[in-house]
């Protein structure tokens, strides 16, 4: 081109690089940018053969795109060169501008470098300016931010002569909108990239939400989400048709609660000391007929995003069938199967739990007591809260941790007084002090069998006469079904709060608290006369008589202690009448 006027010259290079460029413009792909890169080079800028060796994330750089020659296409397509060997080639030979020329007087140490090349051999050049088979022009394509993107390789110019001013400004021009080419190709493959990836993401974000939601509504047990944090805390946001069914509630309404709204007054501590993640609790849930059902309660967080709200989801069990089975497993435990009455397990912790270990003393009236306090004595005499002192009823004063002194309760370790502890049986309290700020009601018994105003915890122990021979005359039967009977009877005969138990045989104890001795002896003459008149068992009429003895529960006392003074207060009664009438009542 160069030998025609550099008018035309000039003209001609312009029109041919703006009609390549506009080519670049076109392009979609990678792929395809970069073969229209090396495209334009053999169709608009008069070079016959055109590589563009491009930058891979490690660095080197690999061929990706030949024009030319389709044998050297297909054997240098895909090789890769090293960065360092790239370098050493950019940093070699002439510099023309942004043009790197390596002429073949300099060119052969790179013969056995591991950059992909293709040459012929020819002749030595015949004039100055003539193009050698060995001559290499490479035109480096930089980012806007300057990083290497590429390099592209020319070879064998069309007029056979090394490129004018011109033709190195139009490759060099053509380099830089090759460059502006492969990045917006790159960026537009990213972004595509990232929104098949976002739209992955979306379908798995929708198809997972879908999973939830009929996981969350189809679900066989109850599902709630509540709010967490803020002034509306456990308010229910969202709750599935099973729950509804369980509370017999709309979903509209149990919006307008809070699980704290609904749970049974005595759960409430338990709701609340529910830990939020990963929390388990076992409490009752109001319905809308105002009866409660057992529920398992199981927490778990789910955050809304990475800094938004967080909800608590909610799984709720309905365990009613279990919490019933472990109910009558509980009472069958402790109630007799015969008669339904508590068992003498059940008698005992009972009757434990009323008695503590240290006996009762006369108390002190609430004045003295307050003074006695103040003042660092005991009420009875002797001085209060000062450990290793021995009080007047032979007992030592230990001082309790946090202070507790004489007054404070014993959670932990053995017996204070020492020994082995006759009250540890399940119910029995720990150890109580008898001090002026002691929380424990002490049981007392009367003085005499005389009523003196004194209330107590009568124990009436009661042995059946006559059953012996009925369950000898008339068979296991009919002896059962009397018990069944005086047990019944029993019960109707006394007042609610007291306890009927059946010690087992034809035994039978009555706990009857707030009792003086009057009111027990009355309690046992009426409980004799509801047990005398026949019981008709499959058509025949027998009769049974009861003897009772009276004890009186007493602080200081074991429960073996106060049933064994019962039981021998009954045998005394029993033997100081006759056998017929004692079977006449």
């Known amino acids: 081109m160069e030998t025609e006027s550099e008018p035309y010259v000039r003209l001609a290079t312009l029109r041919q690089l703006h009609r390549v460029v506009a080519d670049l413009n076109t392009a979609r792909s990678l792929a395809d940018t970069l073969q229209t890169v090396v495209d334009g080079i053999v169709v608009g800028l008069g070079y016959e053969l055109a590589c563009v060796n491009l930058v891979r994330p490690d660095g080197d750089l690999v061929v990706a795109a030949f024009a030319g020659d389709p044998a050297a296409e297909a054997l240098i397509t895909g090789r890769v060169g090293s960065r360092a060997s790239w370098e050493r080639r ?18 052969w140490i790179l013969l056995e470098d591991d950059v992909p090349q293709w040459h012929t051999d020819g002749p030595d050049p015949r004039f100055e300016d003539e193009w050698h088979p060995e001559d290499r022009l490479y035109a480096p394509m930089h ?57 992955r993401e979306q379908q798995a974000l929708r198809a997972s939400e879908e999973s939830f939601r009929q996981a969350f509504e189809y679900a066989p047990s109850g599902m709630a989400i509540a709010e967490m944090g803020g002034d509306q ?15 017999g509630r709309p979903a509209s309404v149990l919006r307008r609660y809070s699980f704290s709204d609904l749970v049974h007054p005595e759960d409430i501590g338990t709701l609340l000391r529910t830990s939020a993640e990963g929390g388990r609790a076992e409490l009752r849930l109001g319905r809308r007929d105002g009866t409660y059902v057992w529920v398992s309660l199981r927490n778990s967080v789910v955050a809304d995003a990475a800094d938004g709200p ?55 009236s609430a004045i003295e007591a307050l003074d006695a306090a103040f003042e660092g004595r005991d009420p009875h005499g002797g001085q209060v809260g000062r450990a290793g002192q021995v009080g007047p009823d032979g007992y030592e004063v230990r001082a309790e941790a946090g202070g507790a002194g004489e ?67 008339f068979g296991h039967h009919t002896g059962d079904a009397v018990l069944i009977e005086v047990a019944r009877r029993l019960t109707t005969g006394v007042r609610d709060g007291d306890t009927v138990a059946r010690l087992g045989g034809d035994e039978f104890v009555v706990l009857a608290d707030g009792l003086g001795a009057a009111d027990a002896a009355d309690l046992a003459v009426r409980l004799r006369n509801a047990i005398i008149p026949p019981i008709r068992v499959d058509g025949r009429a027998v009769r049974v008589g009861a003897s009772f003895g009276i004890g009186w529960a007493s602080c200081g006392m074991s429960a073996d202690e ?7 207060r009954m045998y005394i009664e029993k033997r100081s009448r006759s056998k017929a009438h004692r079977r006449a009542g």
């Open 143 to 199: 980012a806007s931010g300057g990083e290497l993107l590429g390099v592209i390789s020319v070879d064998r110019p069309r007029n056979g002569r090394r490129p004018g001013a011109w033709g190195r400004e139009a490759l060099q021009m053509y380099a830089f909108q090759a460059a502006i080419a492969i990045s917006n190709a790159r960026l537009r493959a990213n972004m595509q990239r990232a929104l098949v990836r976002l739209e």
């Open 233 to 247: 805390h456990g308010r229910l946001l969202r709750t599935n048709d099973a729950l509804c069914r369980l509370l």
């Open 407 to 473: 007054h404070g309760f014993q959670a932990d370790g053995p017996d204070r007084y020492g020994g082995t502890d006759p009250f540890d049986f399940p119910g029995a309290p720990t150890a109580p002090t008898d001090g002026p700020y002691d929380h424990h009601v002490h049981t007392v018994a009367p003085a005499t069998d005389v009523d003196d105003g004194t209330k107590g915890l009568a124990v009436l122990f009661c042995d059946l006469d006559g059953f012996k021979s009925i369950n000898d005359r």
């Open 310 to 364: 967080r909800f608590l989801l909610t799984h709720v069990e309905d365990i009613e069938e279990r919490k019933r089975h472990e109910l009558q497993l509980a009472h069958r435990a402790s109630h007799d199967s015969l008669t339904g009455l508590p068992n003498s397990a059940e008698l005992r912790a009972r009757l434990g739990a009323r008695l503590c270990r240290r006996p009762q003393s006369t108390r002190a």
């Open 90 to 107: 950019l940093t070699m030979g002439e510099c023309w501008d942004g043009l790197r020329f390596i002429p073949h007087t300099e060119g």
């Open 562 to 568: 106060v049933l064994r003074s019962a039981d021998q």
